[in-house]
């Protein structure tokens, strides 16, 4: 492509070398649009058939991007993210626990706001398979320590399902520290302190039991790095030059 898409669809990847197939959903939908488009697959650092299945998508409208090691799901976004080119770029997953097709709810919105989150709360969303009991709740705790300690009036951190301007993807990511599971916490922390406009949307989601995300290390690594987005706030980190 030579003209500056309208939208970038970043997809991290890790290990997913049984929903890769996946992505020929979201091609699928986004070739019906009639707005010009690009996807971004983020391999970071898998250790299966992830890498070799990538060399498999040839579309004209996809780039890849790779990491020799893991890093991250927010390393691998960020990567994504600075990468892209589009107008509008948007972060999901392969698991499409949040289908593509919720991305008409933003269409509308896109141009009102800078930040649209997908959000599991509230009226108009709908969650068809929930969490198991217990990983649920602990995300409820998980949220309510996220609006205390960062002060972001958002009902839903973690849903992953995000879209972004390119001049507020571009001031965030590239100050963004977080490379592991509280990197939603921190964007959405910097897009609030640097003044852009967030609205969250209802979706539908529905929980894969194929998660990447290891409980109980996972939740005390998330909440220790709260405490690291808070302390890199008062020491100046994250200060605009």
């Excluded at 399902?161 to 390119?166: D, M, N, Q």
């Excluded at 507020?168 to 302190?193: M, P, T, Y």
Aim: hydrophobic share 40%; aromatic share 10%; proline share 4%.
């Amino acid at each position: 492509m030579t003209k500056r898409p309208f939208l970038s669809v970043i997809l991290p990847l890790y290990n997913e070398e049984k929903r890769i197939k996946n992505v020929n959903r979201i091609i699928k939908f986004l070739s019906t649009k009639s707005f010009s488009w690009e996807l971004i697959l983020v391999n970071d650092g898998s250790t299966d058939g992830t890498g070799k299945a990538l060399k498999k998508f040839s579309h004209p409208n996809i780039k890849s991007v790779s990491s020799a090691i893991n890093q991250g799901k927010g390393h691998a976004v960020k990567q994504g993210m600075l990468a892209a080119s589009g107008r509008y770029r948007l972060f999901m997953d392969v698991d499409l626990s949040t289908p593509i097709g919720e991305l008409d709810k933003f269409l509308p919105s896109l141009e009102k706001f800078a930040v649209l989150i997908g959000t599991r709360k509230g009226s108009g969303a709908k969650v068809v398979v929930h969490q198991p009991w217990l990983r649920e709740n602990l995300g409820k705790g998980f949220t309510l320590l996220s609006q205390l300690f960062l002060g972001v009036p958002v009902s839903d951190f973690t849903c992953g399902f995000k879209v972004f301007s390119a001049p507020c993807a571009k001031e965030v990511f590239q100050r963004s520290r977080i490379n592991r599971w509280g990197f939603d916490s921190e964007v959405l922390f910097l897009c609030h302190k640097y003044g852009f406009s967030i609205k969250e949307i209802p979706v539908t989601w529905k929980d894969d039991v194929r998660t990447r995300v290891k409980f109980p290390q996972d939740i005390v690594r998330s909440l220790t790095e709260l405490l690291t987005i808070r302390w890199n706030s008062i020491r100046g980190v994250y200060q605009l030059t």
